[in-house]
Every structure is written in structure tokens, then in C-alpha cells.
């Protein structure tokens, strides 16, 4: 045996040592090793290998490719993407855009929004995308394999030996049997004869492929290597023999040849025979039926491989012609597929998964029903006048229902109005005329035939949303009656407990008189609460019920006032001095089911699930005040557009305009004009039992208090189209409560007096008004009231109005808006604005615009995701137009902003949802602008140089994945609607696009390559969506230019980059080479000139020449990547390692690949892989597996059976001058089985040691284990250039890890097994001596690798590696 080199010297080896780090723990020892070899030998950057030029290869090779029998392989097919729109899904039955508001609208931002929640969602669809991911998002889902059948090993048998043997069968059915037999001596000269019989004890066992063996043993332990085996695959038949001894049967086999076996009774003979048969025909049948499934591509094939004669038939006629059926069984499709066995395959790694996108869609959060059921007072008694009917409530109640939180300290829903009154009692009450539903939407002739009047007037059931809900929820019911004088005088007869029926008749008395007379006016009465939630999950409290009814305070009925009673609602102390009203409020809660029926929207919109000809109920949704937070926004898409009005106080203490003014009752209305006549507008959502809309609304009235205070809420539907003229008008009136007869009959009974007038007009700047408003009230009211102005110096404009109490601001008033149309946020007004100005015809100012961009950059979060596609479109709509680069540069400052804060607040998917359904590039007209995915990429171009805003090209990086999606999606569609599609690559793009998108790869490649330590984030965010975008572009564009890309890409990592360099680059490769169409990019066919006759006179590239990485790019650079990552240390090996096998891993489950002459024609792409791992043999040749026999009654030795650790960095000396011509006999004599490489029919195998420094390993003892010696590793240094696979690089010699090798080596098996008989002839043919030596040693150490050791050393195996995990450091 050679020596390793030593050491040059003593004083090296110190100036070596010197370099390394103090000595710490092993691995940060390994680590600057590994560090001081890169850096004492200089690793040469691989040179670039410029790409086929893929365009004009495939315009050239026309025929050859279209003559192909796999053309499907070399073309991407013709509908690969298209455009398609889907129909927006809503929950309603008609649209929530009111007939005519597209009409009405005339501001550019009320027509935006209404355009985006109309129209439809546009998406591209790739045809093959399912294919673009790992193998495990393959859509023939890789399914976890059955499990495998159940085999009976040797070495585990003596381990199991009390069981029943017999019993331990395949779980699948598999046939096992044993026992004594005597075996005809088949190798003897002579004719067999009772003599050369000898007893052996033979073992049936089925294999893992599904064969069967039949192994012979000199004794029963079966344990033991068996002295033969009989291959059952080969054997045609199995028949009696009696002709040299009784009880005999012959197998007869495929090759002529013959076993003849006897047993010692005729039963066990009769029982051997049928157990064999039954063997034979299983294997017939499974033969049959992978006949019968083998398909067209296999059998062009087979007839290619049949009329060719290979290399090796001319070595060994015999072999080719016996083992030819055999060969073809067992590479038969029906086998396991080798990585179904691999552990990674069967790991569950979601990791590369893309999150599902969803279009956007309505959503609530926690949602109630409440069920209002009844509500009874103590004091009741029949109300009609002949005493006939049920006793009920002696007069009317109302009862208001809404949510507080008090955590908060606001009102989070509006109100919903119940009347629960009998019918008897509803009579008392004057009947209004009835009206239709013709408020402010023009509701259509449809949604009025569903919707009947009748049906909506005593609404029962709501339904509540409640988006974070918690304990600290109260739902609150206020209670009113009919105005009858003070609150204390009201409640007085229902708070005591004896229940005289002379009380309820007076009672009932004057609620009848108060019910004529003053049968609108409503005052407040009494209130009630409860919880809702137990937690802040969301899980309903429905054990809870209502507190006791306790009576309204005229001091405390504002929201605020009910807040502060709520916060004591849970100490009894506090709540025990309330007074009480005696009665009893039955309402229920319960959770909404996804399918409940027949209920309206907040608008009265119905949705699908509504049944028109039902008597059940209809149930209304409330709307929730959903509080203005970025993370609890969502995109708004539906048109809604509510006005909530609160009349909060009016100071009247002070006033000398009116006599009278006490029991103040407050009209409200909504009109569009300020003249004498004009009519207020019909669009205030009326109250139960009256009108589905009215014109006007009252608030309840306080008796006998000059300075009211209110709670009530009002509820209007705004016009789509709001102006100036908009406004609220409050009138006031003085109710008279007194309905004494004394003095004068005559005098007309008034009931109201006015007593005043306010008015607040609805826009200012342009917005509605919603902060909280003190405005002055007026005595009379002059036609034109809206053009009052004070112009100071007591001169006015405008016509005379009197003021009372000298024009100061007594009535207090707060509006909310709810509206899907109009926006509160002032920058984003003012944006829309001036886009509107522009585009009506005024001079686009490029500085004026720029300043309205960069105050977009204030407005604020929830308005910006609110609505979200509506401003990204207008954004890219200006983008598109921008004729100055600085106005395109702050376009896109906007986007990344509003990218970035959707990102910071957790609401990607809001983004993920715009790009894939509702982005839609403008119909492209040339002359009058530009393309966004063209002005994008030149505006990212500028964001990303040196010199601009760091912060900003920060969240451009981090959040790459928006900005190249849009790009994606841009090219797609201008593309498929310009019908470019149809051109040659090379001409879909301008070239200034191609610039562009090289420009821009090329200014992104320095961030990620520089800024991985200062923001790590942000450059791998950037390395995967450039991957993305690269690997899309093959889709579009011209594939030579992407593969340009790609080798500029490549070209700015190099050998010795930190770990994190590596991780991107292998990311990057990973991603582009998950292409669904990476096999066709890689053009799997022959480039050799000229005409080509036979298969194997192709040139098939063994080695990764520059030729073969020019031809077949993809393949050939991540081998020549791998390659150079194996000369790294452990994890860059582990990265490089993974992404090749998880590659090979996706092609052997692609189901459009599935045949073999498939997976051979895509083994050809990957055989340079036998030169790298030729290479790189020393350090896979690794066995620290047990050897072959394992005596079961001995321990499993403790020392890994290793080979000497040659020093890691030597470069191995290729010679294979020593190597004798009948070498070639004997190794083909091997690979027949007609010479064994154990037997000393091999050539002197020292000789070949020394002619190879790495030395093939071959065993020349098949009973002993191979050499193990165990030796200290050193650390020697011999630079030695060696020209392989790398072109000059140094080898590493350092041994590979056990993972690493393994996984190498299901490559190598995969490729082995997949290529074609000639094209593995072939190799042999061409490959020098030490080349074919390595390569059976790679297959020898295959057989190590793989070796089942039984159940005890996977045990202890087990045993072991927990104790190691558990030992610290």
C-alpha cells in the first residue's frame, strides 16, 4: 500500500497551526480549518460559461426536435399561460352598488371605488404551475408509501428466534416456507447421482422488490451468510423427478440450467412444489400486467434498444441474451420508485409553500344573533276597551339595543330598534301611513319584490359583529315609552310591588290620551345590560342574562354617562343604589352558522341565502363601528355608505327668544337645497312599525329641561354624489305635556311649537363632517341659509337671521361616518383631487403632483387598507402617465410605503390578494403611455443606486416579492391582450425592457451580496423574489436573455463566500430550477453534427465539458455548483447536496415524466454527476456500516469501521498505467456474476492500489470485512493540481458525512438505474481503467451504505444517538 504524503516539514506545520483560532469547541475548530485550507490555497472563481443561445437553437433544430419521439420534452407547450377572469363571488343576491349611483358619481375617487367593488377578478393562470414547486407540491401528490412488505432477515432471525418462523410473513400476502431438502450436486462433471446429494436446510424469503430467493444453509441458523442462494425470478418451472432419487423435484431455470432438490417424504416434496408454483405464478402475473401497462414512448424505445447491438453483447454474448428479460422485469415501472425509500422524501416540509391566496371578501368578526323575545313589566292588565283579550303591558315600549366596551370606552355598534308590543297594545298608538321603500337608494323593482315592507316592520333577531371581542362587552338595551311628562313620574306606578289593577287602568288611561296626542314623541324610560363574552376568544356567555331594569337618570342618558355605569356594572355595591323598575327583559344570544337564512345587510340588502315566500323571520345585520386600527381593517368591497347623526346637548337655559322651551323634541332631516320649498330627502332608516325610510326622525324628549341632553342615534343613507348644498337641518320644538281641559275649550289644543333651527352643512374642503360640531341656533329660516357668512365687524353675507342667545353655539352635534365611497383622510382626498383636475384637461404639473405623492406618504393606516386596491390602481395609473422620472421614482416611494406598512401590520395577505385577482394593467396604448411593468422595474432601478434613500430601497428589498409580482402579472396580460403572445421571443419586448430588467438585476445583486450581515432580512427577501422573477421570465420572455441573467447572477458569488452567500445562491438554484418546464429548458437531446445513426454513437457528456454546460445551461451549472460547494465545508455541502437530490427526487414523481425512456432521456442530462462523484471517491468511500456478516451471538463492535482518513486536502494521482489488459475480462466477468470480484480470479489487487492513490476498495475475501484500520487524521497540506470536473482546483480528501454520502448516492442510484442499457455500455466503453474501477467502487460502497444491519444495530443505533443529544456541548 502507498503511504500518505508526509508532512514537508516541522516548521509548516507550526506556521500552519499558527493560523488557526484558539482552540474552542470541535466544530468552531473544524470551521477555521476549513477557513485557513480555503485560505491558503487559492480557489480559482469559476469561469463563466455564456449560454446557448436558446431562441435560434430551437428555430435551427426544428426538425430535429419535431422528429423526436419525446418532443414534449425539448418543447414548452403552446397554452402554457392565459388570462382569465373570474366573476366576483358577493354573499348578496343583487349588487350593493345602488342603480344609479355610477350615474351620479362625478368625483373621481367615489367613481374609482365604485369600479373596484364592480368589477370582476383577472387573473393568469399557468398552466403547468402545479410543476413549479418541490416535489412535494407535485399534483400527483406524493403519497407516503404503503407500507413495505414485511421481510424475515437473517440477522434478525436469531434475535427472534422463540417466534414462529412461519408466521413471519410478508403483511402483504408474502410466502415464506423452511426446511431440510437434499440438494443435487448441480456443479459436479459427472451426472448427478444418489451420492453427490448432500442435506442442506433451505430458506424461502421474499426480497424487498417482491422476489423470492431460495436460499441453502449448512444448518438451521439462518442468521449466517446462506452458502447459495436460487434466484426464483430466472426459474421457468417447477416439476417432479424421481429419476435419481424418490421424492425429487427439479426448478428448472431460463439459462438451461437446472436445481434438483428431494425431499424426505412425498408430502413435504408435494408441499415444496405448490409453494414454488404459487411463486412462479404470482411472478406471471405481475409480469403480465406490467405488459400490459407499459405505454407507446417504452416500447419506441425498446425497439431502438433491441435493433442496436451495444459494446457490451460483444464482450459477452451469453450475458446479454440471458439476463435481457431480467433486465427489463426489474427496471419495470412497477417497482418501488427508488426515492419512495429515500427518509427525505417521506419528511413533511411545508417550508416552500406558497400560503394560499384568497380574493378579497367581506369579513366580520365574532358574530351574534340576538333574539329578542319579550319584555314584561309587573304592572299589566288588558288594554282593550271590552276587556276581552290577553292582559299585557298597560301601554307602548321600545326598546333600543346596541354594544359598549368599556375597555375602550366607546360605542362599537349602531343601534338596533325592537318592538316587542302586542298587537292590542300597538293599536293604542296612531297608525302611520304607510310608505315604501324609495329612501336614498333607488332600490331595484327585484330587491322590492323580495322585500316586503310588511315583512321588515317589527324586526325581532340581529345579528352583532364584534372584531375583538372580550369580557369587558356589554350589550345594552335603553327602553322608552310615549312622552307622557318627567321619567320619575313615569316610572313611579311600575316600581312598586302590589299590583292593584286600579293603578294599571289609570295607567292605562292616560298612555291612551298620550298615545293619540303625542304618539311620535318618545322619552326615555328605563335601560338594562349584560355581558356577552367569557373571554377574549370570542366564546359567547350564555348563561348570562339581563340585569333588572333599572330606571333612566334625566342627568345621565349621554353614551358617556352609560360608560360609567357600565365600569360599576360588576360591583353590586354600586348597582344596589340604582332604582329598580320591576319587570323583565327576555332576550337570547347565540353563535350565527355560516348557512343562516334570510337575513339583510346593514343597507337592507338581502343576501343568497334569502327565501322570499317565508314566514320566517327576517333577521338584521347591525353595523359594527369597527375601530380604526391598520390590523383590524379590511379592504373594503362593497358599496356602503351610512351617515350616523347624534344630537349630544342643547344649552336653552340661557334664550330670550322663546316664552316656552322646556320639553325640548328634536326634528332631524337631510336636504340637498336651501329654499323655501324644497323637500327634505327620503333616506333616514325609519323606526319599527313606521316607514323603511323616512323623512325625518325626533330624539326623545326630557321634560321640563331647558338643556337637554340626548342619546339618541340617527341613521342615513348618503347620496353616492355629495355637494355643497348637502346638510343636516335641526328643528326644535317646545312639546306640549299638559293636556288639561281648564280654561278656555276654544283655544286650539297645541301640541308643538317650534323654537328654533339649526343647520350643519355636510362637506368642508371637500369631506364629510365628522369631528364633534357646536353650532348655533337660529329663531327663523330665511331662504338661502346655507350662504350665511359673518364677515366680521357685525357686517354678514347672506340673508337676516336672527340668532338666539346672541349666535353662540348651543346645540352640540356629532356625526360617524361609515362609508365605502368617501375617504375622512385629507391627503388621500387631495390626491384624488388633483388627479381628477389633471385628468379633466388642466396642466399636469410635474412638482405639484410629486407634493401631493409625498403626503400620501402621511395619511393614515386603516384608510390606506381600507382601500387598498383602489389606491394602488390609481398609483399605477399615474406611474404609467408619469411623464418625469421624479414623479414615476415617488410613485413608487408611495407603493413601497404602502407595501411595507401592510407588511408591518401583518397584512401581507391583503397584498397577496390585489396582485393575483384584482391588479389589472390599463389597456396598453403606445402613444399615449407606458407600460407598468417597464417603468416599475426602471423606478426600482433608481430606488436601488448607491446614492438614493437607504431606508427606502430597504423596504424595496424586503418586500421585493409585490413589486416583481406586479411585473410577472404586468408582462403576462400586455402580452395576451396586445396578442404578443403570438410573436417570437425575441421580439414580445422592446429592447429598452430588456435593458431594464438587466439593469435592475444587476443593481439588486450588490445588496444582496453586501447588506446579508447589516439587514439579513431584506437580502434574502430580495434573493428569493429575483428567483421567483427569474424563473417566471422563462415563461415570457426570451430564454437565452434569462439565462444571461442568470450567469449575471452567478457571476457575483465565488469559491469561499460565507455560508449565508452560499444558502442564496442555493435558494436561487433551487427556486429557477423548480421550473415546470426545466426539463425542455434544458434541451435533453443530442448537439453532435451531422447525422446521427446509432444512440450510441451520440456524444453523451460524462464529464461537465463547457460544451455540455453551453448546451443543456441549467443542468450543467448547479452540477458545476455542486461541484465547487463539495470542496466546502459541512453545511455548504449539506445546502448543494439537498437542492440536487430534491431536484432528482421532483423528476422521478413528475407524472409527465413517469415512463422509463423518460427518466433515461433526463439521466442523460444528469451523468456528469458519475465524474464528480469519481472525483470526489475517496471521500464517499466510507463504511462505517457493519460489515457484511454479522454474528448474531457476538456484540455489534463499538468502533466505527472506518478507512483510513487520508489527509484532506491531497490531490489523488491518476494513473492507470499499472493496470493489466485482462482487468476489462474480469470486471466484465463481474458485472455478468460469471466471475466474482470476491473470488482470486481478480487481478492482484494490490497492483491496482498502487496504481490508483485512492485505491477501489474491492473486497478480496468475500467471508472477511473489508480493511478497516483506524488512523490519526493529519493535517498535511500537499498542493497538487489536478484537471477534472472543476477545471484547476484542489480536491478536497476530507471524508464526506454519513448523511451527505448517502444522499449522493440515491443520485448516483437513481441516475444508474434510470439510464439506458447502451447509455451505461457506453460509459463502460469509454471510461478509463481507474474511472471504471472508482465506479464500481461507488457501487461497492453503495452495497455499504444501504446494508440492512438488522433490527439490534438500528436499536442500539437509535440508543446511541439519543445519549449523544442528550450529552451537553
Known sequence: MSQPPLLPSSAETRKFTR?????????????SVSEVVRGSVLLAKPKLIEPLDYENVIVQKKTQILNDCLREMLLFPYDDFQTAILRRQGRYVCSTIPANAQQEAQSLFVTECIKTYNSDWHLVNYKYEDYSGEFRQLPNKVAKLDKLPVHVYEVDEEVDKDEDAASLGSQKGGITKHGWLYKGNMNSAISVTMRSFKRRFFHLIQLGDGSYNLNFYKDEKISKEPKGSIFLDSCMGVVQNNKVRRFAFELKMQDKSSYL???????????????????????????????????????????????????????????????????????????????????????????????????????????????????????????????????????????????????????????????????????????????????????????????????????????????????????????????????????????????????????LKNAKQACQRLGQYRMPFAWAARTLFKDASGNLDKNARFSALYKQDSNKLSNEDMLKLLADFRKPEKMAKLPVILGNLDITIDSVSSDFPNYVNSSYIPTKQFETCTKMPITFEVEEFVPCIPKHTQPYTIYNHHLYVYPKSLKYDSQKSFAKARNIAICIEFKDSDEEDSQPLKCIYGRPGGPVFTRSAFAAVLHHHQNPEFYDEIKIELPTQLHEKHHLLFTFFHVSCDNSSKGSTKKKDVVETQVGYSWLPLLKDGRVVTSEQHIPVSANLPSGYLGYQELGMGRHYGPEIKWVDGSKPLLKVSTHLVSTVYTQDQHFHNFFQYCQKTESGAQALGSELVKYLKSLHAMEGHVMIAFLPTILNQLFRVLTRATQEEVAVNVTRVIIHVVAQCHEEGLESHLRSYVKYAYKAEPYIASEYKTVHEELTKSMTTILKPSADFLTSNKLLKY??????????????????????????????????????????????????????????????????????????????????????????????????????????????????????????????????????????????????????????????????????????????????????????????????????????????????????????????????????????????????????????????????????????????????????????????????????????????????????????????????????????????????????????????????????????????????????????????????????????????????????????
Open 960 to 1369: 421585493s416579492w409585490f413589486f416583481f409580482e406586479v411585473l410577472i402579472k404586468s408582462m403576462a396580460q400586455h402580452l395576451i391582450e396586445n396578442s404578443k403572445v403570438k410573436l417570437l421571443r425575441n421580439q414580445r419586448f422592446p429592447a429598452s425592457y430588456h435593458h431594464a430588467v438587466e439593469t435592475v438585476v444587476n443593481m439588486l445583486m450588490p445588496h444582496i451580496t453586501q447588506k446579508f450581515r447589516d439587514n439579513p432580512e431584506a437580502s434574502k427577501n430580495a434573493n428569493h423574489s429575483l428567483a421567483v422573477f427569474i424563473k417566471r421570465c422563462f415563461t415570457f420572455m426570451d430564454r437565452g436573455f434569462v439565462f444571461k441573467q442568470i450567469n449575471n447572477y452567478i457571476s457575483c458569488f465565488a469559491p469561499g463566500d460565507p455560508k449565508t452567500l452560499f444558502e442564496y445562491k442555493f435558494e436561487f438554484l433551487r427556486v429557477v430550477c423548480n421550473h415546470e418546464h426545466y426539463i425542455p429548458l434544458n434541451l435533453p437531446m443530442p448537439f453532435g453534427k451531422g447525422r446521427i445513426q446509432r444512440y450510441q454513437d451520440l456524444q453523451l457528456d460524462y464529464a461537465l465539458t463547457d460544451e455540455f454546460c453551453r448546451n443543456h445551461f441549467l443542468v450543467g451549472l448547479l452540477l458545476r455548483e455542486v461541484g465547487t460547494a463539495l470542496q466546502e465545508f459541512r453545511e455548504v455541502r449539506l445546502i448543494a447536496i439537498g437542492v440536487l437530490k430534491n431536484l432528482l427526487i421532483k423528476h422521478s414523481f413528475d407524472d409527465r415524466y413517469a415512463s422509463r425512456s423518460h427518466q433515461a432521456r433526463i439521466a442523460t442530462l444528469y451523468l456528469p454527476l458519475f465524474g464528480l462523484l469519481i472525483e470526489n471517491v475517496q471521500r464517499i468511500n466510507v463504511r462505517d456500516v457493519s460489515p457484511f456478516p454479522v454474528n448474531p451471538g457476538s456484540t455489534v463492535k463499538e468502533e466505527s469501521l472506518t478507512l483510513p482518513a487520508v489527509n484532506p486536502i491531497v490531490t489523488p494521482q491518476k494513473s492507470g498505467s499499472t493496470l493489466d489488459a485482462s482487468l476489462h475480462k474480469d470486471l466484465f466477468g463481474a458485472i455478468s456474476g460469471i466471475a466474482s470480484p470476491y473470488t482470486n480470479s481478480t487481478p492482484n489487487i494490490s497492483s491496482v492500489r498502487n496504481a490508483d492513490s485512492r485505491g477501489s476498495l474491492i473486497s478480496t475475501d468475500s467471508g472477511n470485512s473489508l480493511p478497516e484500520r483506524n488512523s490519526e487524521k493529519s493535517n498535511s497540506l500537499d498542493k497538487h493540481q489536478q484537471s477534472g470536473t472543476l477545471g484547476n482546483s484542489v480536491v478536497r480528501c476530507d471524508k464526506l458525512d454519513q448523511s451527505e454520502i448517502k444522499s449522493l448516492l440515491m443520485c448516483f442510484l437513481y441516475i444508474l438505474k434510470s439510464m439506458s442499457d447502451d447509455a451505461l455500455f457506453t460509459y463502460w466503453n469509454k471510461a478509463s481503467a481507474s474511472e471504471l474501477m472508482d465506479f464500481f467502487t461507488i457501487l461497492e460502497v453503495c452495497l455499504h451504505q444501504f446494508q440492512y444491519m438488522g433490527k439490534r444495530y438500528i436499536a442500539r443505533n437509535d440508543a446511541c444517538q439519543i445519549a449523544a443529544a442528550g450529552q451537553p456541548g
Open 261 to 507: 432438490l428431494a425431499a424426505d417424504t412425498e408430502a413435504e416434496m408435494e408441499e415444496w412444489i405448490t409453494t414454488l408454483n404459487k411463486i412462479l405464478q404470482l411472478n406471471f402475473e405481475a409480469a403480465m400486467q406490467e405488459k400490459r401497462n407499459g405505454d407507446s414512448h417504452e416500447d419506441d424505445e425498446q425497439s431502438k434498444i433491441e435493433g442496436s447491438v451495444s459494446g457490451l453483447d460483444s464482450y459477452l454474448p451469453e450475458l446479454a441474451k440471458s439476463t435481457r428479460e431480467a433486465e427489463i422485469k426489474l427496471k419495470s415501472e412497477s417497482r418501488v420508485k427508488l426515492f419512495y425509500l429515500d427518509p427525505d422524501a417521506q419528511k413533511l416540509d411545508f417550508s416552500s409553500a406558497e400560503p394560499e391566496v384568497k380574493p378579497f371578501e367581506e369579513k366580520f368578526g365574532k358574530r351574534i344573533l340576538v333574539k329578542c323575545n319579550d319584555l314584561s313589566f309587573n304592572l299589566q292588565c288588558c288594554v282593550a276597551e271590552n276587556e276581552e283579550g290577553p292582559t299585557t303591558n298597560v301601554e307602548p315600549f321600545f326598546v333600543t339595543l346596541s354594544l359598549f366596551d368599556i375597555k375602550y370606552n366607546r360605542k362599537i355598534s349602531a343601534d338596533f330598534h325592537v318592538d316587542l308590543n302586542h298587537f292590542s297594545v300597538r293599536q293604542m298608538l296612531a297608525t302611520t301611513s304607510p310608505s315604501l321603500m324609495n329612501g336614498g337608494r333607488q332600490s331595484s323593482p327585484a330587491l322590492q319584490d323580495i322585500l316586503h315592507e310588511a315583512a321588515m316592520q317589527y324586526p325581532k333577531q340581529g345579528i352583532f359583529s364584534v372584531t375583538c371581542p372580550h369580557p369587558d362587552i356589554f350589550l345594552v338595551a335603553r327602553i322608552e315609552k310615549v312622552l307622557q311628562g318627567s321619567i320619575t313620574h313615569g316610572a313611579e306606578p311600575y316600581m312598586k310591588s302590589s299590583d292593584s289593577s286600579k293603578v294599571a287602568q289609570k295607567v
Open 19 to 31: 493560523a488557526l483560532s484558539k482552540p474552542g469547541t470541535a466544530a468552531e475548530l473544524r470551521q
